[in-house]
């Protein structure tokens, strides 16, 4: 009704957690933008809030926009005491990136007037705009390559290969608490060459069998490579100690 009475502006709704399996198949044919919230203190782990933002992306029909909402509040900010804290920057940055791995148009930060208060947050949720915005011609204009594979033992991992421009970016990302070591490889990496991390200012050298490399926990990367691999093969899950 609201819609019809207002059609010059766009409609969106968020849905948080356990209401968001009960609530996003029936509501989100309503809405021209659906809004999935990543929202993991007081007592969810990176992972499982991966699991509900996968689910969401799956629930909604892939010609509609969808958007993560990356908790940048303390739970004390609403009034609930219990373990409350303030997310960490890393915290939000592996929030931030869920969504454009897991096929999503949009990222927002809630809120403003709470990451004010916030400087080291603020900075950051800056920071990973900017990095998006430039990303913004892949997510948005890419194709996903279909040649993405796992082997079992990196499954802890999540990933995203796209094509666009005569490149290959490879999205990486640990959303658990151990140190893990990936190898990228696969047919297609027929010769050494090195992959650009980007927003690192550092490239990654590989030889024919491809690439290991270590990612702490929450740890996310962007791997940039010449020329449209055809197939990519994802091994490892090897828990590490400390950081080298």
Request: positive net charge; charged residues 25%.
């Amino acid at each position: 009704m609201v819609k019809r009475e207002n059609p010059a502006h766009h409609f969106m709704a968020a849905f948080w957690h356990k209401p968001m399996r009960q609530n996003i198949p029936e509501y989100a044919s309503a809405f021209d933008v659906v809004l999935a919230e990543a929202y993991m203190i007081p007592d969810k782990s990176m992972s499982l809030i991966a699991d509900q933002i996968r689910w969401a992306r799956q629930a909604v029909p892939v010609d509609k926009p969808m958007c993560t909402v990356v908790q940048c509040f303390d739970t004390a900010d609403h009034g609930r005491q219990a373990n409350s804290r303030p997310p960490t920057p890393a915290e939000v940055r592996c929030a931030a990136y869920l969504g454009p791995i897991l096929g999503y148009q949009g990222v927002t930060f809630y809120s403003a007037e709470l990451l004010a208060k916030r400087p080291q947050l603020m900075a950051e949720a800056k920071k990973i705009a900017g990095e998006l915005r430039t990303l913004s011609p892949v997510l948005l204009g890419g194709k996903d390559a279909p040649g993405l594979g796992f082997r079992p033992d990196a499954k802890a991992g999540l990933f995203r290969m796209m094509h666009y421009a005569g490149k290959t970016y490879v999205f990486a990302l640990n959303p658990t608490d151990r140190r893990i070591r990936f190898h990228f490889g696969g047919p297609s990496v027929r010769k050494p060459g090195s992959a650009k991390v980007l927003f690192q200012n550092r490239r990654v050298a590989f030889k024919v069998r491809g690439f290991r490399l270590a990612f702490d926990p929450l740890t996310v990367r962007v791997f940039e490579l010449d020329g449209e691999l055809a197939e990519l093969r994802v091994t490892g899950g090897e828990r590490l100690g400390q950081a080298e």
